[in-house]
């Protein structure tokens, strides 16, 4: 008899510090190593604490998004010996962004001593803590050179380091449709296939084209559920919202004003930045200034790079093609005024100290202006309490800031890099899985999708995930 146990060890009943251990009969697999976007220092890892004793062999990455990627330096810190494999976008855009995380990380462990210099374990309220150890950049290249790359569906094995009664593990990514490089995860051990979705979008962006899932009978699916308390009527379809993107931007560059969106650097910046290019192109969109700048701007060169080797609707497309203007070459924001333009942003959530963030305090006092605001808000962001207000309140940004009078327009734009509860069931009607295990959602979207997939197959075991606590296949 196979034993298959997984292990919540991030992220599990929260959008947060994505974290999975699977443990095939004493092969260990690590599935995501997240950082928690809005927690800081030692409270945005997963608890790495639960695996100290478990079977650790390889560590699979879903995707770049640092709420999948962000702790991987520190679980190689604490488990050097993992073998770590992702898609080779993943890696490529790792190699852009793992540095700046890491040294963000740093900083916030080092103000709250997070730290120690020696190898001493530390003592905290009776509770043994492993100590993290500052990295060098060089320490993140040598890293990042030690990723393995793997292509779309494309077989390797993980062997067991304690390896008994052939425990090899057959893995293979398969493209999640969610940004460049994306995967969903199969594993395959004995007669048992798993299969961890991680962020997936079935239906297709701009760029990124649906995501491919196995055909075959999975018998565990691990289901993120970001979108599952979102109501579907609400929203329009991705090119029936570009089409009003087009209309309402008209409408502002026309009266002379410039359009602010915030977005991550990751995904959503090249979706949109293809987006307004293509209405643009079609003449549904004015010709118009376009500021990108930072990361955002090198992950499209790897976006380009890629094209015809990932899947994407356009192939031809290249970023290199649309004229940019970098915004860190601009002294004055009041040029951004001059004459309407349109600016791509990091972060999207506008969090305090980011460029997004910077520019919205200028942007709120521009009567003619907008921010348009083109996903998701956490209620504990200034992206939640600009994309809550309305032209004439008063806001404060952060909790410390003074109050602003909101004078330019507030848009929202539903351009989600998920899916919707129907392509979420969809997953789980061509997989026909025996049990399914509900990640990557709030509460309120863990509990409609639990209360749906009960509803609609009702032969099968839904459980939601929870951190620490162990689920036994
Ligand atoms: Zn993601
Ligand atoms: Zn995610």
Known sequence: ???????????????????FHVDFDGTGIVLDAGMHPRKKG????????????????????????????????????????????????????????????VSI???????????????ASLIDAGKERHPLKPYT?????????????????????????????????????????HVLGSAGILLEHGRHTLFYTGDVRMRNQTLAHGAQIPRRHIDTLMLECTQGATEPSSFLEWEDEAQRFAQRANEIIEQGGSILIPVFALGKMQEMLATIWQLMEQGTLAK??????????KICTVYDRNRYVAPRMDKEFEFADVEQLDFFEIEQTQE?????????????????????????????SEKRSAIFTVGYMDPDTPGYRIANAQQGNEISLTEFSERQKVRC???????????????????????????????????????????????????????AAEIGKAIEL
């Open 1 to 19: 008899m196979s034993r298959i146990r997984i292990l919540p060890v991030g992220g599990a009943g929260e959008i947060g510090a994505s974290c």
């Open 105 to 119: 990380l740093q900083e916030e462990l080092a103000r709250e001593e997070g730290y120690l210099s020696s190898t």
């Open 336 to 364: 951004f005024f001059r004459r309407p333009s349109i600016i791509l942003a990091t972060s999207g959530m506008m969090v305090e100290g980011t460029m997004s963030f910077r520019f919205a305090q200028q942007w709120l």
């Open 42 to 101: 030692i409270e945005s890892l997963p608890n790495f604490d639960l695996m100290q004793d478990l079977p650790l062999d390889a560590v699979l990455i879903s995707h770049a998004h640092e709420d999948h990627i962000g702790s991987l330096p520190y679980l190689i810190q604490r488990f050097p010996y993992l073998r770590i494999v992702t898609t080779p976008q993943t890696r490529a855009i790792a190699e852009l962004t793992l540095h700046n995380s």
């Open 137 to 177: 950049h060089d320490e993140i290249d040598l890293l990042i050179q030690s990723i393995e790359y793997r292509a779309y569906e494309e077989q390797f094995t993980v062997s067991g380091y304690e390896n008994r009664n052939n425990a090899d593990v057959n893995a293979s990514f398969w493209d999640a449709g």
């Open 288 to 297: 118009t200034d376009i500021y990108t700048g930072g990361i955002a701007r």
């Open 409 to 463: 327009a507030i848009e929202h734009f539903h351009f989600t890099a998920h899916s919707m509860r129907d392509g979420l069931i969809s997953i789980v009607r061509r997989t026909t899985p025996d049990r399914v295990v509900l990640i990557h959602g709030d509460p309120e979207a863990i509990d409609w999708m639990g209360f749906a997939l009960l509803k609609n197959f009702p032969e099968t075991k839904v459980h």
